[in-house]
């Protein structure tokens, strides 16, 4: 991960807080910062809430990249790509983990703790944080993406 030292955001509902919590154990053992936006518990809490503190420190610089977690990951991902600035992507596979930073230079990881096991979301978590982005030919397509926010 190129923001060593710039703690990744995480946040997550009651759906997603288990997995939340594995992803944390998981960064300490990594010795990878993190600043935690919550959930605390299993009790109903409202996504949008949650992803949106986590987004915000992403767009602000005081993280260098987001995981949020949900019952699918597929209603952080809605939230975090309303949010000026944050590419999120809902992922359930290692490839589109490893591909979306690569070409899309994504800085927002949705999971879904009913979707993805916890071994599964630990590597694509992994494949998140270490995989660079590539440049190049898809900065021109990047670009693209983030003029969209101003139609």
Known sequence: MTERNTPVALAADHGGFALK??????LDERGIPYTDFGTDSTASCDY???AVLACDAVTAGQCGRAILCCGTGVGMSMCANKIRGIRACCCS???S???TRRHNDANALCLGGRVVGEGLALAIVDLFLDTEYEGGRHA?????????ENR
């Open 93 to 95: 596979d290692t490839f």
């Open 140 to 148: 021109r397509r990047v670009d693209k993406i983030m003029a969209l």
């Open 48 to 50: 949008p809430d949650l």
């Open 97 to 99: 983990a490893e591909f």
């Open 21 to 26: 919590e594995a992803i944390k154990a998981h």
